[in-house]
């Protein structure tokens, strides 16, 4: 704000108004940003966006070239820049100079193996060094990265990266996970049969046997790689040259594969990481998340300020619900990133960090995955530390950033997300597509962002595009949230509009059913949907009970008295039924939309994106659901 101040002679004294002058004048704000983040370009920019009236369709900052990984290896020192932390395993420290050399001579190999710009280089990896430095190796030569956690199963894989045809691919040989070590090398094989754009497979030694016997094209990573190297050129390229190909969960349908670009990506995590998250070279960054989750791609991207970046792989309860918090005490963590569904789930285990680990560095926690409960806010406040910003933010793979974010200058209020973020024309419409303040609706963004995706792989006509975004409301990005501004100019996300319930034509979100259900000792999660009923729709909520209760009639009781009486009678649903599990994927996003498809007999693809996929077993064939 400060910047904003001296250099235009405003008086912005708060948020909200540099906020609205972000949004007023978006072409200067992102100009402003550019100069303040000190981009590494070696041709400048002619204009900043051709078209603010043009969604989709805007290009952004025409002329500039720059390159991805150069502005990530900005810093060559002896800081430390990754730590890798996976389960059963030494910590791993890496300097800035030593990935620098690192990278360096994996570019020289991808290189010497034909890489080339807009080729795809894919990572079937954990979250461990190796992954980032592939990432940027590949960049840097302006190749197309995009990966999945070694979790996903052989047709989950063949999903995402069979549309892509990546030319080359880096695979672990194993990873580890509740204690337990699981070798990949027989699904790698089986993958990489079915690639045929593949010419060279890249195994990297972790939790397997590292024997690259019986996968064709493969070679093992340090024999690919070679010894490291003091030099290496940055391929510059248009601002808009393609980054990433990141997908959507693809629980309706084949994975959409979203091509993003490296401009847009890096100016806008910069963004979002250097004033949302007030992120310094002094700090250490840490979110627990795998690298098939956009959480990743956002992390990594610290290493362009300068901090040092916490890489974890393994289950975040192993070997006890400590297991994050003994690490963030052990590598003095800063900035300390999960998701909603783990901070309910220590909370539920009794874990008390601010009573056994020494957080004095910890001054950010961040959470996202799912609408963070008043109930988590206050947890964090009274049972891990008091002074932290807790920032709840929200946007999307589509974006690959967020729509909500921290505020560090701003007041934290409990159920809420801070702030909209800087640039981004965030508003909320009913369905006639006319604005609401402070009542839910759809979810929009007025005007276009550098890091919206450029197209959508082998959608020529960008047709799939639009009818993702811009069908609703042409000309409007419609992100499928169903969301509140609220008069403190934070917000409130009640879940998917998709997923939104609709008995009587009143529009419920499932988050509000969930913060009160969950907060009943007897429930361990729950699920609601809507299920089409004589002409009309009633709320169907499942119940994963914890241990030692059972659904009784006096437990329905309960749970419909506390939505009727915390929520509204329209709360209240219709049918209650216990189930063993709850479905998630694996970015622990609940799956309400595979329930709802399998309640009406429709069917449920791509499975493998799931986390726990044989939970779907448990809503098929249900007597209760064709009773009154």
């Given at each position: 704000?400060?910047?904003?101040?001296?250099?235009?002679?405003?008086?912005?004294?708060?948020?909200?108004?540099?906020?609205?002058?972000?949004?007023?004048?978006?072409?200067?704000?992102?100009?402003?940003?550019?100069?303040?983040?000190?981009?590494?370009?070696?041709?400048?920019?002619?204009?900043?966006?051709?078209?603010?009236?043009?969604?989709?369709?805007?290009?952004?900052?025409?002329?500039?070239?720059?390159?991805?990984?150069?502005?990530?290896?900005?810093?060559?020192?002896?800081?430390?820049?990754?730590?890798?932390?996976?389960?059963?395993?030494?910590?791993?420290?890496?300097?800035?100079?030593?990935?620098?050399?690192?990278?360096?001579?994996?570019?020289?190999?991808?290189?010497?193996?034909?890489?080339?710009?807009?080729?795809?280089?894919?990572?079937?990896?954990?979250?461990?060094?190796?992954?980032?430095?592939?990432?940027?190796?590949?960049?840097?030569?302006?190749?197309?990265?995009?990966?999945?956690?070694?979790?996903?199963?052989?047709?989950?894989?063949?999903?995402?990266?069979?549309?892509?045809?990546?030319?080359?691919?880096?695979?672990?040989?194993?990873?580890?996970?509740?204690?337990?070590?699981?070798?990949?090398?027989?699904?790698?094989?089986?993958?990489?049969?079915?690639?045929?754009?593949?010419?060279?497979?890249?195994?990297?030694?972790?939790?397997?046997?590292?024997?690259?016997?019986?996968?064709?094209?493969?070679?093992?990573?340090?024999?690919?790689?070679?010894?490291?190297?003091?030099?290496?050129?940055?391929?510059?390229?248009?601002?808009?040259?393609?980054?990433?190909?990141?997908?959507?969960?693809?629980?309706?349908?084949?994975?959409?594969?979203?091509?993003?670009?490296?401009?847009?990506?890096?100016?806008?995590?910069?963004?979002?990481?250097?004033?949302?998250?007030?992120?310094?070279r002094s700090d250490v960054i840490f979110y627990?998340?795998?690298?098939?989750?956009?959480?990743?791609?956002?992390?990594?991207?610290?290493?362009?300020?300068?901090?040092?970046?916490?890489?974890?792989?393994?289950?975040?309860?192993?070997?006890?619900?400590?297991?994050?918090?003994?690490?963030?005490?052990?590598?003095?963590?800063?900035?300390?990133?999960?998701?909603?569904?783990?901070?309910?789930?220590?909370?539920?285990?009794?874990?008390?960090?601010?009573?056994?680990?020494?957080?004095?560095?910890?001054?950010?926690?961040?959470?996202?995955?799912?609408?963070?409960?008043?109930?988590?806010?206050?947890?964090?406040?009274?049972?891990?530390?008091?002074?932290?910003?807790?920032?709840?933010?929200?946007?999307?793979?589509?974006?690959?950033?967020?729509?909500?974010?921290?505020?560090?200058?701003?007041?934290?209020?409990?159920?809420?997300?801070?702030?909209?973020?800087?640039?981004?024309?965030?508003?909320?419409?009913?369905?006639?597509?006319?604005?609401?303040?402070?009542?839910?609706?759809?979810?929009?963004?007025?005007?276009?962002?550098?890091?919206?995706?450029?197209?959508?792989?082998?959608?020529?006509?960008?047709?799939?595009?639009?009818?993702?975004?811009?069908?609703?409301?042409?000309?409007?990005?419609?992100?499928?949230?169903?969301?509140?501004?609220?008069?403190?100019?934070?917000?409130?996300?009640?879940?998917?509009?998709?997923?939104?319930?609709?008995?009587?034509?009143?529009?419920?979100?499932?988050?509000?059913?969930?913060?009160?259900?969950?907060?009943l000792e007897e429930v361990e999660d729950s699920?609601?949907?809507?299920?089409?009923?004589?002409?009309?729709?009633?709320?169907?909520?499942?119940?994963?009970?914890?241990?030692?209760?059972?659904?009784?009639?006096?437990?329905?009781?309960?749970?419909?008295?506390?939505?009727?009486?915390?929520?509204?009678?329209?709360?209240?649903?219709?049918?209650i039924i216990a189930v063993p599990d709850i479905?998630?994927?694996?970015?622990?996003?609940?799956?309400?939309?595979?329930?709802?498809?399998?309640?009406?007999?429709?069917?449920?693809?791509?499975?493998?994106?799931?986390?726990?996929?044989?939970?779907?077993?448990?809503?098929?064939?249900?007597?209760?659901?064709?009773?009154?």
């Amino acid at each position: 704000m400060e910047f904003v101040n001296r250099r235009h002679g405003f008086v912005l004294s708060n948020y909200q108004e540099l906020y609205q002058w972000s949004v007023d004048h978006i072409p200067q704000f992102w100009a402003d940003f550019w100069d303040f983040s000190s981009i590494i370009h070696s041709k400048p920019y002619e204009v900043v966006v051709d078209d603010l009236g043009k969604m989709p369709g805007a290009r952004w900052f025409v002329g500039a070239e720059l390159n991805f990984a150069e502005n990530l290896l900005r810093y060559r020192d002896e800081q430390t820049a990754l730590i890798f932390k996976g389960e059963g395993q030494p910590v791993r420290k890496m300097t800035f100079a030593e990935l620098f050399r690192e990278v360096a001579a994996l570019q020289k190999a991808l290189k010497a193996e034909g890489v080339r710009p807009g080729d795809r280089v894919s990572g079937f990896m954990p979250n461990m060094p190796e992954t980032v430095i592939a990432m940027l190796a590949a960049t840097s030569l302006g190749a197309i990265w995009s990966s999945c956690s070694p979790d996903f199963g052989r047709k989950g894989v063949l999903d995402r990266f069979g549309q892509i045809e990546p030319k080359v691919l880096f695979a672990a040989d194993g990873y580890y996970y509740k204690g337990k070590a699981f070798d990949t090398m027989e699904r790698v094989r089986e993958i990489v049969e079915e690639l045929p754009s593949l010419k060279r497979v890249v195994i990297v030694p972790y939790a397997g046997k590292g024997d690259p016997g019986g996968v064709p094209k493969a070679v093992m990573y340090d024999e690919f790689k070679g010894t490291e190297a003091e030099e290496m050129e940055f391929a510059q390229l248009p601002f808009e040259h393609p980054l990433y190909i990141m997908f959507s969960s693809g629980t309706t349908g084949l994975p959409k594969c979203m091509v993003q670009s490296a401009g847009g990506v890096l100016i806008n995590h910069l963004k979002e990481l250097m004033l949302h998250t007030d992120l310094k070279r002094s700090d250490v960054i840490f979110y627990y998340t795998t690298c098939g989750w956009m959480m990743w791609n956002w992390l990594v991207s610290s290493l362009a300020v300068g901090a040092t970046v916490v890489l974890y792989d393994g289950s975040p309860f192993h070997p006890s619900p400590e297991a994050l918090w003994e690490m963030a005490e052990e590598l003095g963590i800063t900035v300390f990133g999960t998701s909603a569904r783990y901070l309910a789930a220590i909370e539920e285990a009794g874990v008390k960090p601010k009573e056994r680990f020494k957080l004095e560095p910890l001054r950010a926690i961040l959470s996202t995955g799912s609408p963070l409960s008043v109930e988590s806010f206050e947890y964090v406040y009274r049972d891990i530390k008091s002074d932290v910003c807790l920032s709840s933010i929200s946007g999307g793979t589509d974006i690959n950033g967020c729509f909500f974010a921290g505020n560090p200058m701003g007041p934290v209020y409990a159920g809420e997300l801070q702030c909209r973020t800087l640039g981004m024309k965030v508003a909320v419409f009913d369905n006639e597509g006319k604005p609401l303040l402070d009542r839910p609706g759809e979810l929009v963004c007025l005007a276009p962002s550098p890091s919206m995706p450029l197209y959508f792989w082998r959608d020529e006509k960008g047709e799939k595009y639009r009818s993702a975004y811009f069908d609703v409301f042409p000309g409007v990005w419609r992100h499928g949230d169903y969301v509140q501004i609220t008069p403190t100019g934070g917000a409130i996300i009640y879940g998917r509009s998709d997923a939104t319930l609709n008995p009587g034509g009143v529009r419920i979100g499932t988050a509000e059913i969930y913060r009160v259900v969950e907060a009943l000792e007897e429930v361990e999660d729950s699920l609601a949907i809507g299920q089409k009923w004589k002409g009309d729709e009633r709320i169907v909520l499942f119940v994963k009970l914890a241990q030692g209760h059972e659904l009784t009639e006096e437990l329905k009781a309960k749970i419909r008295r506390a939505l009727r009486e915390q929520l509204s009678p329209r709360h209240v649903p219709a049918k209650i039924i216990a189930v063993p599990d709850i479905p998630y994927t694996i970015n622990m996003k609940k799956v309400e939309i595979a329930v709802r498809n399998i309640i009406h007999g429709l069917p449920v693809v791509n499975v493998d994106s799931l986390a726990n996929p044989e939970s779907l077993e448990h809503f098929k064939d249900l007597a209760e659901l064709q009773e009154d």
